[in-house]
């Protein structure tokens, strides 16, 4: 608890947060963004890149800025197949895909790279 007695109190859905800490949801989601470690991104229903983190953009070997308003297939090549048909069924059943495992060859690599993707509507 916060020495003027306003931190979190037991029974809180997420006892380690303050309260005020989830009030402005952009905030929140950028911060996520920004400081994760695992590749993020929103796409909108074209698959057009909304927002990426540099962890993906790292992933892709092309910046962060190089991939807004560009579609998954610009960005991925002829790699973008399966992603795209999986996405495609998520945003046509709202059902998430977790746990699919890809190994591709992405226009950026030589090698092939080897991920495990979890897509949500």
């Keep these: 608890m916060l020495a003027d007695g306003s931190g979190p109190a037991a029974g809180d859905p997420i006892p380690s947060g303050h309260p005020k800490a989830f009030t402005e949801p ?3 989601l950028a911060a996520y963004f920004h400081s994760s ?3 993020l991104c929103i796409l909108d229903s074209g ?3 909304l927002a ?3 962890a993906l953009a790292a992933m892709n070997g ?3 800025t ?3 308003g560009k579609t998954v297939r610009e960005i991925m090549g ?3 197949g399966i992603v795209e048909s999986e996405v495609r069924r998520v945003l046509s059943t709202g059902e998430p895909v977790t746990d699919l495992e890809l190994s591709l060859v992405l226009p950026t690599r030589s090698e092939p790279g080897h991920w495990i993707e979890i897509w949500n509507g």
């Design 78 to 80: 002829d790699a973008a």
């Design 52 to 54: 990426i983190n540099s």
């Design 37 to 39: 470690s695992v590749g």
């Design 62 to 64: 092309i910046p962060a």
């Design 66 to 68: 190089h991939h807004i």
């Design 47 to 49: 698959l057009l890149y």
């Design 26 to 28: 952009e905030k929140l």
